[in-house]
């Protein structure tokens, strides 16, 4: 066999793989559709108004997590103060920032420190201070060691009083509604929905953009900043939605995590030996429930519920990519056995093995093509026109599953301007030559730490902001 | 063959029209939401229907086929309901017992709209009804109290134990009625009702209220118990403060938490009651009292009188070094503060 065939018969491989997961992929978008019309037309005829007064709507401890987060602290604790919800308590946890969290905490919600006696239900490093605040009864924050986020939130667990917990990131500001369409379907069915994220968008500045009126928010008009939003719109609207469906959830995203305490406690908490805690405790939670065949629903709701500070810089933008990918790859490594196992159901039959060819096997495969690729190009086993008709295929072809999830938010929110959604959808074709190329570089490098066990944080430095008045 | 079009460029010409219909629909789709939305803003909406599109609403309204047909009747029952129809009775019980969950919830729903007595009947069958999550038309119902409660007091006496507790839950609600029959409720066979109707009686008052709850406090249940210590933190008074004391050595950490809760509401009278608590041996109420000591305010008072060093330092020990450090940071932050007062900086 020449080294041609070989070349040509690579290429057919990783346009066969491309070719399947774009089918993967439309299915879900096509299903993310379906399942996002049933949510709206299930929100229409919800009484929000009876479920924020009502003493039947379950409380919650919401659990936000702060590792140096002294510039956007201030207004997500405040956006959650705001939230709508009738009983909910609010668990900030110092996790041993070496900035001024503390102090901008402390003055800015005139925090003073007490002793509370709290259960140990999870192991945590050790606390340093547990302050309450003087004018916000329902704020409570704990100083303690470094010990990563899922040990702060394990702290927070330790603390919080009530049987739904909510964790949230420290980077993200939050409607005033959150709360309220989060929790909309666990109170109608307690017993099995033990899990619920929703859809949360991006921006440079989340405090400045939520300020914004529905219908008239912006989209970043740095192009940077608006393929990260389409990412986001992408992997809610046209896989997560569909995952949701097909009850293999596998992704209760950190930034807005719903969970039924008791499932936490039994499952041991949030694991601190993964990079990131909330793809693997999604999984453990599938694991355990399926294992025991216990009905559950872990869900993704469709609703905007609040905005998360973006990477501005394409290095901060891979250092957070590539970490994602790392917990990915962790993940489905660590619950290898669950994969077209039939005892996980569609967890074991769809999900992970979704992932594995989506995400896990991606890196490789999109390297390979653009090498194979451009290497035929080359050699003249592919004439250039076919090359650049591929290419655009290939551009148009994701260009219209991003303009799905445009659409599918579009119908779902109405919080953007028209001009913002023709500037989207415009953008959509360019992602595969603007935006894909830093994706694919931050997936390889993530695919190589993780092959060298590395589960650092590398968390990027926050955003300049304006001075908050 | 010359002239046709190669799979690969149909394939892609097939994409672009992909990219370019999907985006034309979401713009064109947008604009003509702000234009409806613009043209229903400015007319004023007809209350009466025209006989046909009453007749296609009451069709749609009756039944559903398939996903679509299901979200188009519940929006048929709304306007039915708003329009005041005269067969919007019938059409509601007939969505309250359809089999799907959906159209049983919208029927709740919009049968809290309506203030009419039939609605509030109906809501209390679809409470009795064990056909969908019953919380859905308890919160309907908790919207109209105090207003039907003699209505409520008749579940208190159902067979079924979740009708007596939601009975009583509701009751939480009307603090004028149903005291007696609470207080028998609080000896049901069924925990659950026990406890719901212990949380009702901490919104009374009244002969028996206060025994009927602190009877509870011996409860096997432990959640009967935390009801238990939060009524009595509502009804009680300081003369209670022992018995929730004794709660706080409780073995579950929910029980002891009410009975913080209920000894620091009320305020600085039960400091004599916990400070024999300090040297008990249960170190669950050493710290309990300390805690409760130190959130009434009574630790600090205490510092700032300068008097009583002893107890505050039997407060310490029984708070352990982190209440020690907490307070003397609080005295210092207080103590800078005065500083900074007299000095005006």
Partial sequence: ?????????????????????????????????????????????????????????????????????????????????????????????????????????????????????SRRIVQTEPLRAVYRSRTEPRLLVIDKENGGKADALNAGLNMARYRYVCGVDADTVFAPDALLKGMRLVVSDPARVIGVTSHLTIALDPEATMAEPIGRRRVASRPFVAYQHLDYLRAFFNNRLAWSRFHFMLCAVGAFQIWRRDVLEEVGGYARGFTCEDI??????????????????????????????????????????????????????????????????????????????????????????????????????????????????????????????????????????????????????????????????ARLKGTWRFLRQDKGWYKFERNARATPT | MEGSVSPLTAAF??????????????????????????????????????????????????????????????AALRTVSRERHPRRRALLRWALEDRDRDVAGAAIRILGEIDDDWATEMLLEALRANRYPRALAAGQLERRSPAIGPRLVQLLSDTDAAVRFWGATLLAGCPEIARGELIALTTDPEANVRAAATEALGARSGRGVRDAVRARLGDDAWFVRVHACRAL?????????????????????????????????????????????????????????????????????????????????????????????????????????????????
């Fill in chain 2, 233 to 345: 933190g509502q009804v009680g008074s300081p003369d209670d403060a022992p018995a929730l004391a004794g709660m706080l050595g409780d073995p579950w950490w929910w029980v002891r938490a009410a009975a913080k809760d209920a000894l620091r509401s009320f305020g600085l009278n039960v400091a004599g009651v916990l400070v024999p608590q300090l040297d008990s041996d249960d170190g669950f109420v050493r710290n309990g009292a300390a805690e409760v000591l130190q959130d009434i305010g009574f630790l600090d008072g205490l510092a700032r009188s300068g008097k009583e060093g002893v107890l505050r330092e039997r407060i310490l020990v029984a708070g352990g070094d982190d209440m020690r450090r907490t307070a003397e940071t609080r005295a210092d932050a207080e103590e800078s503060a005065r500083i900074d007062r007299r000095t005006g900086s």
């Fill in chain 1, 280 to 441: 693997e405790l999604t999984f453990r939670v599938h694991e355990r429930y399926l294992r025991r065949r216990r009905e559950y629903r872990i869900l993704c709701l469709p609703d905007n519920v609040g905005t998360t500070e973006g990477p501005d810089t394409v290095r901060k933008l891979v250092s957070q990519r590539e970490r994602w990918q790392r917990v990915i790859d962790e993940s489905v490594w660590h619950y290898r056995r669950m994969l077209f196992n039939p005892r996980y159901r569609t967890v074991g039959l769809l999900g992970v093995p979704f992932y594995l060819v989506s995400e896990v096997l991606a890196p490789i495969f999109e390297v390979l093509a653009v090498l194979s690729l451009a290497a035929a190009v080359a050699l003249g086993v592919f004439h250039w026109t076919t090359f650049a008709l591929t290419l655009g295929l290939i551009a148009f072809a994701n260009a219209a599953l991003t303009a799905s999830a445009i659409l599918a938010d579009d119908l779902q929110s109405r919080v953007y301007r028209v001009p913002d959604l023709a500037w989207l959808l415009l953008l959509a074709p360019l992602d595969l030559f603007l935006y894909r190329p830093i994706l694919m570089w």
């Fill in chain 2, 13 to 74: 010409a097939a994409a672009v029209l992909a990219w370019a219909s999907v985006a034309t629909l979401t713009v064109v789709g947008r604009l003509g939401f702000e234009r409806r939305r613009r043209f229903s803003a400015s007319q004023p909406v007809a209350l009466r229907s025209a006989p046909a599109r009453s007749r296609r609403l009451v069709a749609r309204a009756e039944r559903h086929r398939g996903e679509a047909g299901k979200w188009k009747r519940i």
């Fill in chain 1, 1 to 117: 066999m020449s080294a041609l065939h070989v070349l040509h018969w690579t290429v057919v491989v990783c346009i066969s793989y491309l070719a399947l997961t774009y089918l993967l992929y439309l299915l879900l978008a096509v299903v993310g559709l379906f399942e996002n019309a049933i949510r709206l037309r299930e929100s229409a005829v919800e009484d929000y108004e009876t479920l924020a007064a009502s003493r039947f709507t379950i409380p919650v401890s919401v659990m936000l997590a702060a590792y140096n987060e002294e510039s956007a602290i201030t207004a997500s604790v405040r956006s959650l103060l705001a939230l709508d919800y009738p009983e909910f308590e609010v668990v900030v946890v110092n996790d041993g920032s070496r900035d001024d969290t503390l102090r901008v905490l402390r003055s800015n919600f005139d925090l003073a420190p007490f002793t509370i006696f």
